[in-house]
């Protein structure tokens, strides 16, 4: 296969299975695209006479999705560019069929003002692979106390505004960052723990955690934080979007909050649906994540809030450390795990087991972020971004961390088999990854 | 002269083989090398109360004593053990000298690894430490506590110590009093001596018991008197005393006076009971000087012994590994 170079040629992509949550199909079809969006979706066998100038990418009945929509990836750039730049990030990406990543403001500097938000974009366009948008802090160097200038880094292109791993602490200025944004509708984002509970915690804790000599922060943290800050939504009325639940008494929370019609809408990460706190095992820093892996109930948990759709988004909480900050011992390792790679296929394995259904996960990587975020990408329609990707549903595959397109291997996936395979991606009717 | 005890030739002259290449955790071991472990440790016991204590068991292999924390008590004791055996024991103490400035402890490991040690005894105040080391090593890596996970050759050692007490590990109602959360040792203790068929009991504040600790199949005790009551031995944890200041207790004298062991505490126990401490004590902190200097019925002299020859029944155990490879 060769890569096109989008040189205004249409493109059609036949014979291939649609998948398309925004519109619920899920059936033969074909897209034609022209001038970097899709100008027909065909739906049904027959995809009708093509004019002789269109080329024609024949899918051989692989499966066509829109293009993964990922709004927690982490890079190095700026200020730690050995872990991972934002090219080497996007080259993950497209290999992992990814179409648009939201990076997250806690690097150095910090993106906290709109000069950084500018530097983000810029370099996304100079690396043309796939779609970059920053998330500004929602404090000044995120570290809780100041806002940040959230309407002019809005202006200036972020998508919303969080800050990242560090919790807002206090609850006065939690209150004036969710009142402020909402005046200009910047999305807030927050993930929940008490940190006077998690501060040192390398584990969930448990007796796993206990029979390992681990530092470890009970799962009820998660839930205690998630209640104040739905209490402020409620004081407030601003939209936020709670950042990776991963246990059973926050979902429970959570699930009353919406139930009582709170704006809020709930993400989950790739390695709380995938792991739990046993796959650490011997102490194995790969599996050292932010929030910690759980207990199996808490898995379980999560799995079926995706399946009901109580979580609506999934993300790959790409995290990216290189081997000298993994391989120390388990408490002093640093957490995080790469994932944009392994996200379709790890998402996969919940249709393969027949947990979720395909239509809901793609569902959770595509329509439903972009809607969140007001992006035209993460849907087959007219019009819309022609951002795809074709992949082969049942091709198994072994991952090989130390094959890994991104610059950190820190992969928990590392030796797991998994079916999926990206066989293409497009990003703007431009092949960018040809598997 | 070397003369060795009879029965600790009898014990090395039995065919069995320690198949593990590293003595990282109890959870490795099985019965059979537990009680191989103790009868050679028991040989070792006579041995060095012997006037000749030197054997060449281990002549020709060098030991390192690679200390990231601090510890006279264990490091010395690895290093008589490993020098009653014949074998060159070199003390690193990476903290003091240049070797881990900047240092991780993968490229200390490695370093270390490249002089060709035999035998690298590790103590780490991380869990899990002693793991990662060996798995980057060529020698043979021997846990001496890391973190707040394990230090088998103190369980071994106060087997021994049982052992020799009772005649018998099985059946014994064991309490283990104190610190239970941030102690390594309680861990080790709690796997081997229910390996070996003893009935273990946690005694402390529900601050210093692990979370979930009642899955480990022991009862736990918030009242010491319950918790004692007619148990045949005692083993009293080190508490840190800056964790009794208000964080994990109120204070030293609220600590001593609901959780410290004194005579009054200790009519509970079964009236033959003994009491243990792996040491360094706080006196009239956990433990009352009255209890713990009373030889009829304090075995925390004997352990600091039985350290010695069950370090060199682990030493002789791996090395013996290393000469069938």
């Known amino acids: 296969m060769t890569l096109s170079q989008g040189d205004g040629r249409p493109t059609a992509f036949t014979n291939v299975r649609l998948l398309d949550p925004a519109s619920g199909y899920d059936g033969p079809g074909a897209i034609v695209v022209g001038d970097g969006v899709i100008t027909d979706v065909v739906k049904g066998q027959d995809a009708g006479p093509l004019s002789s100038d269109i080329d024609v990418v024949d899918g051989r009945g692989a499966l066509l999705l829109p293009g993964l929509v990922d709004i927690r990836v982490k890079t190095g750039e700026p200020g730690a560019e050995t872990k991972e730049t934002l090219k080497s990030a996007a080259l993950a990406a497209a290999a992992g069929g990814v179409t648009t990543i939201v990076v997250q403001p806690d690097t150095h500097p910090v993106v906290d003002e709109p000069s950084v938000v500018d530097f983000i974009l810029r370099r996304a366009r100079?690396?043309?692979?796939?779609?970059?948008?920053?998330?500004?802090?929602?404090?000044?160097?995120?570290?809780?106390?100041?806002?940040?200038?959230?309407g002019l880094m809005a202006e200036a292109g972020c998508l919303y505004v969080t800050d990242a791993d560090r919790p807002i602490v206090d609850s006065k200025v939690m209150r004036r960052v969710l009142s402020y944004a909402r005046s200009f509708g910047v999305l807030v984002a927050h993930r929940p723990t008490d940190p006077w509970l998690s501060n040192g915690a390398a584990a969930s804790e448990g007796e796993f955690a206990s029979r390992m000599g681990l530092p470890a922060v009970p799962a009820i943290a998660e839930k205690i934080m998630?209640?104040?800050?739905?209490?402020?939504?409620?004081?407030?009325?601003?939209?936020?979007?709670?950042?990776?639940?991963?246990?059973?008494?926050?979902?429970?929370?959570?699930?009353r909050g919406r139930d009582r019609g709170l704006p809020v809408i709930a993400t989950t990460s790739i390695n709380h649906l995938s792991f739990n706190e046993l796959d650490i095992g011997d102490y194995r820093t790969f599996c050292k994540v932010e929030p910690p892996l759980r207990s199996e109930d808490d898995r379980q948990a999560v799995i079926e809030a995706v399946a009901s759709g109580l979580i609506s988004v999934i993300v790959s909480a790409h995290a990216p450390a290189p081997a000298e900050d993994k391989r120390l011992p388990y408490d002093e390792a640093a957490p995080g795990a790469v994932g944009l790679q392994t996200l379709l296929p790890a998402l996969l394995a919940f249709h393969h087991e027949g947990r979720i259904p395909l239509i809901d996960l793609i569902r959770a990587v595509t329509c439903a972020p972009a809607d969140l975020l007001g992006l035209p990408a993460g849907r087959l329609a007219k019009g819309a971004p022609a951002d795809l990707v074709l992949c082969d549903l049942n091709a198994p595959l072994r991952v090989d961390a130390d094959k890994l397109v991104s610059k950190s291997k820190n992969s928990?996936?590392?030796?797991?088999?998994?079916?999926?395979?990206?066989?293409?991606?497009?990003?703007?009717?431009?092949?960018?990854?040809?598997? | 002269m070397n003369t060795t005890p009879s029965g600790l030739n009898e014990v090395l002259q039995r065919t069995?083989?320690?198949?593990?290449?590293?003595?990282?955790?109890?959870?490795?071991?099985?019965?059979?090398?537990?009680?191989?472990?103790?009868?050679?440790a028991d040989g070792?016991?006579?041995?060095?109360?012997?006037?000749?204590?030197?054997?060449?068991?281990?002549?020709?292999?060098?030991?390192?004593?690679?200390?990231?924390?601090?510890?006279?008590?264990?490091?010395?004791?690895?290093?008589?053990?490993g020098k009653r055996l014949g074998a060159d024991v070199v003390n690193m103490s990476p903290r003091s000298s240049s070797i881990s400035k900047g240092e991780t402890l993968i490229d200390t490991a490695v370093t270390l690894n490249a002089m060709q040690p035999d035998l690298l005894v590790v103590r780490h105040a991380s869990s899990g430490a002693a793991s990662l080391l060996s798995q980057k090593v060529t020698c043979s890596v021997v846990n001496a506590g890391d973190g707040q996970h394990e230090h088998p050759t103190q369980a071994l050692l106060d087997a021994l110590s049982m052992r020799r007490a009772f005649g018998r590990i099985a059946g014994l109602s064991v309490a283990i009093c104190g610190d239970v959360l941030h102690s390594r040792v309680a861990r080790s203790n709690i796997a081997l001596l229910q390996m070996l068929g003893a009935e273990v009991r946690l005694v402390g504040p529900p601050t210093l018991i692990p979370a979930?600790?009642?899955?480990?199949?022991?009862?736990?005790?918030?009242?010491?008197?319950?918790?004692?009551?007619?148990?045949?031995?005692?083993?009293?944890l080190r508490l840190?005393?800056?964790?009794?200041?208000?964080?994990m207790a109120p204070s030293q004298r609220e600590y001593f006076r609901f959780f410290g062991l004194d005579r009054e505490k200790l009519a509970f126990a079964a009236p033959h009971v003994r009491v243990m401490h792996p040491g360094p004590m706080n006196r009239g902190v956990e433990i009352d000087s009255d209890v713990a200097d009373d030889l009829s019925v304090s075995l925390i002299q004997d352990q600091v012994e039985m350290g010695v020859a069950a370090r060199m029944a682990v030493l002789t155990s791996l090395s013996a590994r290393l000469d069938n490879d």
Not at chain 1, 226 to 252: H, I, N, S
Not at chain 2, 60 to 71: A, I, K, Q, V, Y
Request: proline share 2%; aromatic share 6%.
């Open chain 2, 44 to 81: 070792f016991v006579a041995l060095n109360r012997q006037h000749s204590k030197k054997l060449d068991l281990l002549k020709g292999r060098t030991l390192m004593n690679l200390f990231f924390e601090n510890s006279t008590r264990t490091q010395s004791s690895f290093e008589l053990a």
């Open chain 1, 126 to 150: 100079d690396i043309e692979l796939v779609n970059v948008y920053p998330a500004g802090a929602a404090t000044k160097g995120c570290e809780g106390l100041r806002m940040a200038e959230i």
């Open chain 2, 16 to 40: 069995f083989s320690f198949p593990k290449r590293h003595f990282l955790s109890v959870t490795d071991l099985n019965e059979v090398e537990v009680a191989n472990l103790l009868d050679l």
């Open chain 2, 240 to 247: 840190q005393l800056e964790r009794m200041d208000g964080v």
């Open chain 1, 226 to 255: 998630l209640e104040r800050d739905l209490a402020l939504v409620e004081l407030t009325g601003a939209r936020l979007m709670v950042d990776q639940l991963t246990t059973a008494a926050a979902l429970e929370s959570f699930r």
């Open chain 1, 412 to 435: 928990p996936f590392d030796g797991r088999r998994l079916q999926g395979k990206v066989l293409r991606t497009v990003v703007a009717g431009r092949t960018v990854f040809a598997g």
């Open chain 2, 212 to 236: 979930a600790a009642d899955r480990w199949n022991v009862a736990i005790h918030h009242d010491m008197r319950d918790g004692i009551k007619g148990c045949d031995v005692v083993m009293m």
